[in-house]
């Protein structure tokens, strides 16, 4: 079996005291569309932060193709080629939608591409295109998670991760986001996702993670996982609403 | 008021304005980039001031010549500055405020005891003459000054727009998580804001030691004018710190010009309070993602 690109293993980490990880492990192998689903709080978004140095790692180790990340600031786990997709995009809001795509093209090598990178993306999201000189806090909802989506896609990333990616879109949007993520993982592209929106994740995964009170309770493939029980209860007792995203 | 009152009490309004924009930018900087308050910002200033009068009162040279020694001055103190705000427990908007306070209170008392409590200004032959464009008369060391201002501004503006250290310090300033998912090292450029900040108070000092009389506790004055037109401008953006440093300026002369010198803070304090109402605070807003 080929060596995972990421691959976390023991991980405890959280904010301060509160303790949000405990001992979580899993891998991602290259080329992989990896979900990871879960009831609010536990510890999806803490995994994505913590993978990408946003927070400590307080025990165990995360790797990535084999080299040691935890540890290392934010910055220097982006240059190894770690993308992450924030809850709530997290876009510079007073730049224009160019200024915010040649900042994610900011490291060294991210930015000898730039120009080849910008036309695959107008490719992707024409949308985009037309609105490059737009101050991205006039575009709408779905404008803006393209533009964080491609803002990261400009760093020409080996693993990107999405944290909540649905989180407020119309479900017209959200099919052409799914459709956008299928082209991308075309060309090869390894993504982490975690999110609410399970139906769409699950059926969009190779690979699953179900995460209960910051460990992984259940793994397998996508559509697998979507079949079982214990993520329907585990999902519908503490989402409200969850069933009619299960179904 | 006549047409020709009216224009030249504008000009010297532009001339003061530009003069306030350079004696707030580097505390607008610090607090777009850290969200810290610093209030020592002034007592920098007024250090700077004095190194620039000790220098030309020492050597005699030309004032200007003497804005970037007093700015590179600055630098050892603004890496200090840095390293101990990095050390500073959350929430640092609130101890930051500790920290520069207490920063305040030092450089009052070593400014006091290296210069004491004199009165001090670069009295500068060429800076104190008048220039006549036409029918209208402008102090000649108000119109350097001005220009000085406008360069070091517009230096700024080009550093932080088209170079890769200025784009890093701008995305940190909008979003330190953000900038920091996308490969910017944002203590790298903190540690630049803060060298940035100093030097430009530093230089700044000598501007307006060339103006304003220096004495150690007068960095207080200078401290409330860059948070009055922060707070105006919203905080880290450049071009509005700027146009409100001007606006101010000009709305100052005029009242002084049309009322004498008692009504001006009463309608600049009235003017700020009511721009503030109307457009629910530039601080605010900014601060808001």
Sequence with gaps: MPKPLLSVEGVEAGYDDVRVLKSCSLEVRGGEFVALVGPNGAGKSTLLKTITGLLPVKAGTIRLDGERTDGLPPYAIAARGVALIPEGRRLFAPLTVLENLELGAFLPRAESQQEETLRLIFQLFPTLREKVSVPAQVLSGGEQQMLALARGLMARPRLLCLDDPFLGLARAVTNRFCQAIREIMAEGMTILAAGQHVRQLLRLANRAYLLEEGRVVLSGPGAELLKDERLRRSLIELIPGADQTMR | MSSHTFVQALLSGILLGCFYAVM??????????????NLAHGDLIILGG???????SGSGLHPLLLVPVAGAALLPLALLCQWLFQRLPEPK???SLMLTFGLSLLLQNFMLGLWRGEYRIIASEPLTASVRVGSLVLNQGRLIVAAAALILVAALYLGLTRTRWG???????????????????????????FLLAFGLSGGAGVLFATLHYLYPAGGI??????????????????RSVLLASILLGVIETLTLTWSGPRWRELVVALMLLGSLLARSGGLARSRSR
């Design chain 2, 24 to 37: 707030a930018l580097g505390f607008s900087m610090i607090l777009g980039v850290t969200r810290a308050l």
């Design chain 2, 50 to 56: 004095y190194l620039g009068y000790w220098l030309w």
């Design chain 2, 93 to 95: 908007e609130l101890s």
């Design chain 2, 167 to 193: 784009r890093a310090v701008r995305a940190t300033s909008l979003d330190r998580e953000a900038a920091a998912l996308l490969g910017i090292n944002v203590d790298e450029a903190t540690r630049t804001t």
């Design chain 2, 221 to 238: 004055e200078v401290t409330l004018l860059a948070i009055v037109l922060t707070i105006w401008a919203g905080a880290g953006r450049l």
